[in-house]
């Protein structure tokens, strides 16, 4: 027999002996189960109660802990919980998305209101009008002054404050006729690293309906612009966006007489301040969304309002 075979033969011997101990500990594990389930019920006769073995088997109420998830596994698996950065990105996240939610109702409310007064308008042109020939009667209705006097107190409709103010801003940039471009504001890129094509690409009309992209508050640090030009020309600009827009008055050309009652008088929306990339030339507008008492589009029940895009601030490099 050769030492490799002898090695074999070892192994399985060694094999052979730990499966034999392993059977006959459970063989006998097996056989104690059975003769304790056989004595317990003469137990539990000889002494009116559970013996301690049932007693530390019964089932008991696990209480529960109700708490958040974070701190659970901060105590539990402290590797794995979230830092305390990521919790309080995790909520302003969430504030920022309780404020656009308000922003929507007032925005509704807004619209309401418009509608109202334009609804208002029309009944009372209406009631000016002469009546047709032989035009069958009218079905009674409320007096439209009335459901307007109702609706108004309901919305605490309001004149608007003037002039027009903002509080945050809705941010977005676009780059044309560069090989590459950053725009960096608040945190994010809103640039485009890719090459862009020229703007007369997409014919004269190519910032219409422009809005920002990512809600801020009054006013982050200014904006840090990087690009490079198709000639090869590297250009760097910082644009300060709270020193263009300090007065915090937002660009428009709605006359004052024009825009309708609002609730408490306030304009519920943020206005778009946005940022355009040129070759060599940058550009700062703004667009907010002003309500009017007439339909910009005559026909068009959706065209009370007006969002011009307003030219601030240009600069050449």
Same mark, same amino acid.
């Given at each position: 027999?050769?030492?490799?075979?002898?090695?074999?033969?070892?192994?399985?011997?060694?094999?052979?002996? $730990?499966?034999?101990? @392993?059977?006959?500990?459970?063989?006998?594990?097996?056989?104690?189960?059975?003769?304790?389930?056989?004595?317990?019920?003469?137990?539990?006769?000889?002494?009116?109660?559970?013996?301690?073995?049932?007693?530390?088997?019964?089932? &008991? #109420?696990?209480?529960?802990?109700?708490? =958040?998830? *974070?701190?659970?596994?901060?105590?539990?698996?402290?590797?794995?919980? =979230?830092?305390? +950065?990521?919790?309080? !990105?995790?909520?302003?996240?969430?504030?920022?998305?309780?404020?656009?939610?308000?922003?929507?109702?007032?925005?509704?409310?807004? &619209?309401?209101?418009?509608?109202?007064?334009?609804? /208002?308008?029309?009944?009372?042109?209406?009631?000016?009008? #002469?009546?047709?020939?032989?035009?069958?009667?009218?079905?009674?209705?409320? +007096?439209?002054?009335? %459901?307007?006097?109702?609706?108004?107190?309901?919305?605490?409709?309001?004149?608007?404050?003037?002039?027009?103010?903002?509080?945050?801003?809705?941010?977005?940039? +676009?780059?044309?006729?560069?090989?590459?471009?950053?725009?960096?504001?608040?945190?994010?890129?809103?640039?485009?690293?890719?090459?862009? =094509? =020229?703007? $007369? #690409?997409?014919?004269?009309?190519?910032?219409?309906?422009?809005?920002?992209?990512?809600? @801020?508050?009054? @006013?982050?640090?200014?904006?840090?612009? %990087?690009?490079?030009?198709?000639?090869?020309?590297? *250009?760097?600009?910082?644009?300060?966006?709270?020193?263009? @827009?300090?007065?915090?008055?937002?660009?428009?050309?709605?006359?004052?007489?024009?825009?309708?009652?609002?609730?408490?008088?306030?304009?519920?929306?943020?206005?778009?301040?946005?940022?355009?990339?040129?070759?060599? %030339?940058?550009?700062?507008?703004? +667009?907010?969304?002003?309500? %009017?008492? &007439? /339909?910009? !589009?005559?026909?068009?029940?959706?065209?009370?309002?007006?969002?011009? /895009? !307003?030219?601030?601030?240009?600069?050449?490099?």
């Amino acid at each position: 027999m050769t030492a490799k075979m002898m090695i074999y033969a070892a192994l399985a011997s060694s094999a052979l002996l $730990s499966l034999s101990v @392993f059977v006959a500990f459970a063989w006998s594990e097996r056989r104690w189960r059975e003769r304790e389930r056989s004595l317990r019920p003469s137990l539990v006769a000889a002494s009116g109660a559970l013996p301690a073995t049932a007693a530390e088997d019964a089932p &008991h #109420a696990i209480p529960i802990q109700r708490r =958040p998830f *974070h701190e659970a596994l901060l105590e539990g698996e402290p590797s794995l919980a =979230p830092s305390p +950065r990521v919790r309080a !990105i995790s909520q302003e996240l969430a504030q920022r998305q309780s404020k656009r939610e308000a922003e929507n109702d007032e925005m509704k409310l807004t &619209h309401l209101a418009a509608a109202a007064s334009l609804g /208002l308008a029309a009944c009372s042109h209406s009631s000016t009008a #002469a009546k047709a020939p032989n035009q069958p009667p009218a079905v009674a209705v409320p +007096r439209s002054e009335e %459901t307007y006097a109702e609706m108004r107190t309901r919305l605490n409709l309001q004149p608007v404050e003037w002039p027009l103010k903002f509080k945050q801003h809705n941010f977005g940039a +676009r780059c044309y006729d560069t090989l590459a471009c950053q725009v960096w504001y608040a945190g994010f890129d809103h640039g485009d690293r890719d090459p862009t =094509p =020229p703007s $007369s #690409a997409y014919g004269p009309g190519y910032l219409d309906n422009w809005n920002g992209s990512i809600s @801020f508050d009054n @006013f982050p640090s200014p904006a840090e612009v %990087t690009w490079q030009t198709r000639d090869g020309g590297e *250009h760097r600009a910082e644009i300060d966006i709270g020193e263009i @827009f300090k007065d915090e008055l937002i660009r428009h050309n709605v006359p004052r007489e024009d825009i309708p009652e609002l609730p408490i008088g306030k304009l519920g929306t943020a206005a778009n301040i946005l940022l355009e990339v040129n070759d060599r %030339t940058i550009r700062v507008y703004m +667009r907010a969304m002003i309500p %009017t008492r &007439h /339909l910009q !589009i005559p026909g068009n029940q959706y065209s009370d309002f007006r969002d011009d /895009l !307003i030219l601030v601030k240009t600069a050449t490099y």
